[in-house]
């Protein structure tokens, strides 16, 4: 109940086109979610977050969309480019909780 | 980039003896985490603190032990260092536990 589940573990993309990158849950009780990037020799760097009151937030080019019934969201990078090659993790926290529970990751790389 | 300063960069230690990571801050902020990060498994949270002496248990705490004595400093130490610990380890810091978490640039752990 407590695990948030990450798909896919790669993502090969075109330059100009869009990844996407989707997380499901279980626990209802999940009210943050957020989206980190991390580059190779680096720590992870928060994206993007939304919270289950809206269904949609977007950024630039990245946006969540969060599907509340389902119980999944998902990253859309649109017009991905070879400086977005990096692993994405998705999160998801209770409000009464002190940790975050994070997804297995996914390696996006964007070729030229 | 957030005041956040891991100590040892690298470390390659031998099996049996025991290993501190020192995680130190200047911003303040209440929350700090030990994770672990390996291929295939993602962030791994070990230990956390919501306080000067107030830690608790993550999801991988077996074999390590956490110290804050003080806002800035969060200790983690492997009491006798096995192959297994072999990892990436990774501190954070957070305002709230619905707040940017920032990361640190990691230690590379190496157990022989």
């Known amino acids: 109940q407590q695990q948030v589940k990450q798909s896919p573990q790669s993502l090969i993309v075109q330059k100009g086109g869009i990844s996407i990158i989707n997380c499901a849950y279980e626990?209802?009780?999940?009210?943050?979610f957020p989206w980190y990037q991390q580059f190779p020799g680096k720590g992870p760097a928060l994206l993007i977050a939304?919270?289950?009151d809206v269904s949609e937030k977007k950024e630039g080019r990245f946006t969540i969309s969060f599907n509340k019934s389902a119980k999944q969201f998902s990253l859309h990078i649109m017009d991905s480019q070879p400086g977005d090659s990096a692993t994405y993790f998705c999160?998801?926290?209770?409000?009464?909780?002190?940790?975050?529970?994070w997804g297995a990751g996914t390696k996006l790389i964007i070729k030229p | 980039d957030a005041g956040i300063t891991q100590s040892p960069r690298h470390k390659v230690t031998e099996t049996g003896t025991p290993v501190t990571l020192r995680c130190h801050q200047t911003e303040n902020h209440r929350y700090m985490y030990w994770y672990r990060q390996d291929p295939g498994h993602g962030l791994r949270l070990i230990h956390y603190s919501y306080g000067v002496k107030d830690t608790d248990k993550g999801e991988v705490s077996d074999g390590y032990s956490v110290s804050r004595s003080k806002t800035e400093d969060f200790l983690l130490t492997l009491e006798s260092a096995t192959s297994s610990q072999t990892s990436v380890y990774f501190c954070a810091i957070s305002p709230g536990t619905t707040s940017e978490a920032f990361f640190g640039q990691g230690t590379r752990l190496t157990v022989v």
């Open positions: 626990n209802t009780a999940f009210d943050y």
């Open positions: 939304i919270r289950p």
């Open positions: 999160a998801a926290n209770l409000l009464s909780n002190y940790q975050l529970i």
